[in-house]
Protein backbone atom coordinates (compact mmCIF):
# COMPACT_ATOMS: atom_id res chain seq x y z
CA UNK A 1 0.00 0.00 0.00
CA UNK A 2 1.16 3.71 -0.54
CA UNK A 3 0.47 6.10 2.58
CA UNK A 4 -0.70 9.29 1.85
CA UNK A 5 -1.41 12.30 2.89
CA UNK A 6 -4.20 14.86 1.42
CA UNK A 7 -3.03 18.24 0.60
CA UNK A 8 -6.14 19.97 -0.49
CA UNK A 9 -7.27 18.14 -4.18
CA UNK A 10 -3.51 16.50 -4.69
CA UNK A 11 -1.16 14.83 -2.65
CA UNK A 12 2.32 13.63 -2.14
CA UNK A 13 2.86 10.27 -1.66
CA UNK A 14 5.89 8.24 0.25
CA UNK A 15 5.92 5.94 -2.18
CA UNK A 16 6.65 1.95 -1.26
CA UNK A 17 5.91 -1.66 -3.16
CA UNK A 18 2.79 -1.64 -4.88
CA UNK A 19 0.83 -5.26 -4.72
CA UNK A 20 0.46 -6.85 -7.64
CA UNK A 21 0.53 -5.19 -10.90
CA UNK A 22 -0.03 -6.90 -14.09
CA UNK A 23 3.23 -7.28 -16.08
CA UNK A 24 1.84 -4.97 -19.24
CA UNK A 25 0.48 -2.72 -17.07
CA UNK A 26 3.71 -1.80 -14.80
CA UNK A 27 5.74 -2.04 -17.97
CA UNK A 28 3.28 0.39 -19.76
CA UNK A 29 4.33 2.50 -16.25
CA UNK A 30 7.46 2.60 -16.66
CA UNK A 31 7.94 3.36 -19.92
CA UNK A 32 5.69 6.40 -19.59
CA UNK A 33 7.48 7.34 -17.07
CA UNK A 34 10.26 7.24 -18.76
CA UNK A 35 9.16 8.95 -21.30
CA UNK A 36 8.17 11.85 -19.05
CA UNK A 37 11.67 12.17 -17.42
CA UNK A 38 13.47 12.44 -20.72
CA UNK A 39 10.76 15.15 -21.89
CA UNK A 40 11.82 17.10 -18.63
CA UNK A 41 15.83 16.23 -19.22
CA UNK A 42 15.58 17.75 -22.63
CA UNK A 43 12.98 20.50 -22.51
CA UNK A 44 11.85 21.06 -18.99
CA UNK A 45 8.47 20.54 -17.46
CA UNK A 46 6.52 22.81 -19.51
CA UNK A 47 7.55 20.63 -22.31
CA UNK A 48 5.62 16.99 -20.29
CA UNK A 49 1.66 17.11 -22.21
CA UNK A 50 -0.32 14.10 -22.74
CA UNK A 51 0.29 14.59 -26.30
CA UNK A 52 4.32 14.77 -26.09
CA UNK A 53 4.33 12.10 -23.51
CA UNK A 54 2.45 9.61 -25.82
CA UNK A 55 4.67 10.62 -28.80
CA UNK A 56 7.89 10.26 -27.06
CA UNK A 57 6.94 6.76 -25.76
CA UNK A 58 5.89 5.24 -29.01
CA UNK A 59 1.93 4.68 -27.87
CA UNK A 60 -1.08 6.23 -28.29
CA UNK A 61 -2.64 9.21 -26.13
CA UNK A 62 -5.35 7.15 -24.67
CA UNK A 63 -2.91 5.03 -22.92
CA UNK A 64 -1.48 7.63 -21.34
CA UNK A 65 -4.44 8.92 -20.27
CA UNK A 66 -5.97 5.38 -18.89
CA UNK A 67 -2.87 5.10 -17.04
CA UNK A 68 -2.85 8.45 -15.07
CA UNK A 69 -6.18 9.97 -16.05
CA UNK A 70 -4.20 13.79 -16.40
CA UNK A 71 -1.30 15.92 -16.86
CA UNK A 72 -1.40 16.44 -12.93
CA UNK A 73 -1.53 12.87 -12.63
CA UNK A 74 1.64 12.07 -14.74
CA UNK A 75 3.80 14.70 -12.82
CA UNK A 76 2.53 12.99 -9.45
CA UNK A 77 3.33 9.79 -10.39
CA UNK A 78 6.99 11.23 -11.66
CA UNK A 79 7.25 12.57 -8.59
CA UNK A 80 6.33 9.68 -6.82
CA UNK A 81 8.79 7.73 -8.68
CA UNK A 82 11.47 9.99 -8.25
CA UNK A 83 11.48 10.50 -4.77
CA UNK A 84 10.91 6.34 -4.27
CA UNK A 85 14.61 6.01 -6.37
CA UNK A 86 16.12 8.34 -3.98
CA UNK A 87 14.62 7.03 -0.82
CA UNK A 88 16.38 3.57 -2.22
CA UNK A 89 19.53 5.30 -3.59
CA UNK A 90 20.04 6.89 0.25
CA UNK A 91 18.43 3.21 2.16
CA UNK A 92 20.44 1.22 0.47
CA UNK A 93 22.36 2.57 -2.84
CA UNK A 94 26.35 2.54 -3.27
CA UNK A 95 28.17 5.27 -1.45
CA UNK A 96 28.31 8.26 -0.83
CA UNK A 97 24.62 8.46 -1.10
CA UNK A 98 24.42 5.32 0.25
CA UNK A 99 25.80 3.47 3.41
CA UNK A 100 29.46 2.88 3.29
CA UNK A 101 31.07 6.32 3.26
CA UNK A 102 31.38 8.72 6.17
CA UNK A 103 28.31 10.72 7.54
CA UNK A 104 29.80 13.87 6.74
CA UNK A 105 30.20 12.82 2.69
CA UNK A 106 26.95 11.11 3.04
CA UNK A 107 25.01 14.28 4.18
CA UNK A 108 26.64 15.85 1.75
CA UNK A 109 25.84 13.48 -1.12
CA UNK A 110 22.00 13.70 0.32
CA UNK A 111 21.76 17.39 -0.54
CA UNK A 112 22.97 18.05 -4.08
CA UNK A 113 20.43 14.85 -4.67
CA UNK A 114 17.70 15.93 -2.69
CA UNK A 115 18.19 19.83 -4.43
CA UNK A 116 18.67 18.30 -7.74
CA UNK A 117 15.14 16.40 -7.32
CA UNK A 118 13.38 19.14 -6.07
CA UNK A 119 14.34 21.52 -8.84
CA UNK A 120 13.46 18.90 -11.46
CA UNK A 121 10.50 18.65 -10.28
CA UNK A 122 9.93 22.34 -8.95
CA UNK A 123 6.86 22.53 -10.60
CA UNK A 124 5.12 19.71 -9.34
CA UNK A 125 6.24 20.72 -5.85
CA UNK A 126 5.05 24.29 -6.06
CA UNK A 127 1.76 22.91 -7.37
CA UNK A 128 1.11 21.18 -4.24
CA UNK A 129 2.09 24.00 -2.14
CA UNK A 130 1.40 21.92 1.35
CA UNK A 131 1.50 24.41 4.37
CA UNK A 132 4.17 24.29 6.15
CA UNK A 133 2.81 22.14 9.52
CA UNK A 134 1.43 20.10 6.84
CA UNK A 135 4.57 19.97 4.70
CA UNK A 136 7.09 18.78 7.48
CA UNK A 137 4.31 16.21 8.72
CA UNK A 138 3.79 14.35 5.20
CA UNK A 139 5.64 11.55 4.71
CA UNK A 140 8.42 12.26 2.48
CA UNK A 141 9.37 15.49 4.44
CA UNK A 142 9.24 13.08 7.18
CA UNK A 143 11.59 10.23 5.83
CA UNK A 144 13.87 13.10 4.37
CA UNK A 145 14.24 14.16 7.78
CA UNK A 146 14.92 11.17 9.82
CA UNK A 147 17.55 10.20 7.53
CA UNK A 148 19.01 13.91 8.01
CA UNK A 149 18.67 13.07 11.77
CA UNK A 150 20.55 9.96 11.84
CA UNK A 151 23.24 11.69 10.32
CA UNK A 152 23.68 14.64 12.30
CA UNK A 153 23.72 12.07 15.75
CA UNK A 154 26.87 10.43 14.00
CA UNK A 155 28.39 13.17 13.29
CA UNK A 156 27.89 14.24 16.89
CA UNK A 157 25.18 16.64 17.02
CA UNK A 158 23.72 16.40 20.27
CA UNK A 159 20.16 15.87 20.64
CA UNK A 160 17.59 17.36 19.69
CA UNK A 161 18.24 17.71 16.18
CA UNK A 162 14.91 18.29 14.81
CA UNK A 163 15.51 21.83 14.33
CA UNK A 164 19.01 21.73 12.85
CA UNK A 165 17.47 18.85 10.66
CA UNK A 166 14.81 20.94 9.71
CA UNK A 167 16.89 24.57 9.09
CA UNK A 168 19.72 22.02 6.55
CA UNK A 169 16.44 20.97 4.87
CA UNK A 170 14.72 24.24 3.98
CA UNK A 171 17.12 25.86 1.52
CA UNK A 172 16.66 22.66 -0.50
CA UNK A 173 12.74 23.04 -0.61
CA UNK A 174 11.01 24.15 -3.51
CA UNK A 175 9.96 27.62 -2.44
CA UNK A 176 13.68 27.71 -1.84
CA UNK A 177 14.86 26.95 -4.73
CA UNK A 178 12.54 28.87 -6.93
CA UNK A 179 13.74 32.16 -5.21
CA UNK A 180 17.56 31.12 -5.19
CA UNK A 181 17.17 30.53 -8.66
CA UNK A 182 14.61 32.94 -10.43
CA UNK A 183 14.97 35.90 -8.15
CA UNK A 184 18.23 35.84 -6.90
CA UNK A 185 19.73 34.28 -9.66
CA UNK A 186 21.76 31.64 -8.39
CA UNK A 187 22.44 28.40 -10.36
CA UNK A 188 22.31 24.89 -9.35
CA UNK A 189 25.46 23.92 -8.48
CA UNK A 190 26.13 27.55 -7.03
CA UNK A 191 23.15 26.34 -4.31
CA UNK A 192 24.44 23.04 -3.91
CA UNK A 193 28.61 24.56 -3.27
CA UNK A 194 27.36 27.28 -0.99
CA UNK A 195 24.93 24.34 1.15
CA UNK A 196 27.76 22.03 1.53
CA UNK A 197 30.29 24.48 2.37
CA UNK A 198 27.58 25.80 5.34
CA UNK A 199 27.23 22.03 6.38
CA UNK A 200 30.99 21.71 6.19
CA UNK A 201 31.49 24.57 8.55
CA UNK A 202 28.82 23.48 11.13
CA UNK A 203 30.47 19.98 11.56
CA UNK A 204 34.20 21.72 12.18
CA UNK A 205 32.28 24.33 14.62
CA UNK A 206 30.95 20.88 16.75
CA UNK A 207 33.42 20.57 19.99
CA UNK A 208 35.56 17.63 20.18
CA UNK A 209 34.26 14.55 21.49
Known amino acids: MRKEVEGGPRSLQLTQPDSVERADAARNRRLLLAAAKNLIDNHGAAAVTMDAVAREAGVGKGTVFRRFGSRTGLMFALLDHSESELQQSYLSGPAPLGPGAAPLERLLAYGAARLKMNAAHLDILLEADLPGTEFWSHP ?38 KHLTEVVGLDLETIITQWQTMVTSMVGGLPVR
Do not use: C, K, N, Y
Request: hydrophobic share 55%.
Open 140 to 177: VSQASSMHVQILLRQLGFPDPVEVTAIALLTPLGATAV
